[in-house]
């Protein structure tokens, strides 16, 4: 019996990464989609790619990547995201998956020009060699930009069938994907917490701190976050559902607030010291700035400790939009 030639693909839901697996399953080969999973990108789950015949597998490198995050080789883009450092690693990983499932070679949607920082040749180049795989990286949306890779040169993937897209405009891919049969997918790819500037400035915050979870990282994503001291924030829910995400991350040493009567936000105040009466009081009067106050010059916060205590009580005075400025995260 004669064995399929099978390669291994990052797949980050986006159209380029389905038209680029497209190109190289048309040649007869089988490909295995990977999706690297942590805080800051990933897919949550399965996507619904049956219809585009591409099996998947989503690896969490969640502890490892923090490694990455915290000290990267060629620092950081516009925010705190190490993109060169970030896909070095992913194409490391998804290098390792194919050796495990005796793949040929890994594929990418990446496009050449596309990301001004990642995907130029130069750091193509850089991504390769510190993956460890190198000429094993195939890009077929712009292969005939770039230089020829072990399985075009071997004869595993016929190089005439590649493509020579480059830069932003995403006319051609949607045009290939209109001749390939594709009239549904996913809007372009690239939902990278790192470069978020309000993202970024939250995680910058939170690694001044001396132990952090993970669960602290997926707390930075939902509320309005104020630094009251160094070891001490509020974070403030903004709608319905952030509202009930602040319960799930409630834990015994931390104090959850609401207004006792009105309409407004579940607050938890969080802390890696000891909470006092200045530091609760602070958390009540930002917690009422943002209740429906109908006119009220105070607001009646009850608090509590943990799940099971009964509520404690203050009247607090909504703080001044200048003194939330100040602490704001």
Do not use: W
Not at 62 to 77: R, T
């Amino acid at each position: 019996m004669i064995n399929k030639t099978k390669a291994v693909a990052l797949f980050s839901g986006g159209l380029d990464s389905i038209l680029a697996i497209k190109l190289i399953m048309i040649q007869g080969i089988e490909v295995i989609g990977v999706n690297f999973k942590t805080p800051f990108f990933g897919l949550d789950e399965y996507p619904s790619i049956k219809s585009f015949d591409i099996n998947l597998k989503i690896i969490d490198i969640s502890n490892e990547y923090m490694k990455i995050l915290k000290n990267p080789i060629h620092g950081y883009g516009k925010n705190i995201n190490p993109c060169i450092d970030c896909h070095a690693f992913m194409f490391k990983k998804a290098g390792e998956y194919m050796s495990r499932i005796n793949a040929s070679f890994i594929i990418s949607g990446e496009v050449l020009g596309e990301r001004p920082m990642s995907q130029n040749k130069g750091s193509l180049r850089t991504i390769e060699k510190e993956s460890g795989y190198p000429g094993l990286i195939l890009r077929p949306l712009s292969a005939l930009l770039l230089e020829e890779t072990i399985p075009e040169k071997t004869g595993l993937v016929n190089r005439n069938q590649l493509l020579n897209i480059s830069g932003r405009s995403r006319k051609r891919q949607i045009e290939l994907a209109s001749r390939m049969g594709i009239k549904k997918y996913p809007s372009p790819a690239g939902g990278c917490k790192l470069t978020e500037p309000g993202f970024s400035k939250r995680l910058k915050d939170l690694f001044t701190q001396k132990k952090y979870s993970l669960k602290d990282i997926e707390l930075l994503k939902i509320g309005r976050h104020f630094r009251l001291d160094k070891n001490t924030k509020i974070v403030v829910g903004r709608n319905k559902d952030e509202n009930s995400q602040m319960e799930k991350y409630f834990h015994n040493g931390d104090i959850l607030l609401k207004a006792r009567d009105l309409k407004g936000p579940i607050s938890l105040l969080k802390t890696k010291g000891n909470l006092n009466d200045e530091l609760i009081n602070q958390a009540c009067k930002i917690t009422a700035r943002y209740c429906d106050k109908e006119g009220l010059d105070e607001v009646e916060i009850n608090y509590y400790n943990s799940h099971q205590d009964d509520p404690k009580n203050k009247k607090a005075k909504p703080m001044k939009e200048k003194q939330l400025d100040i602490i704001r995260i």
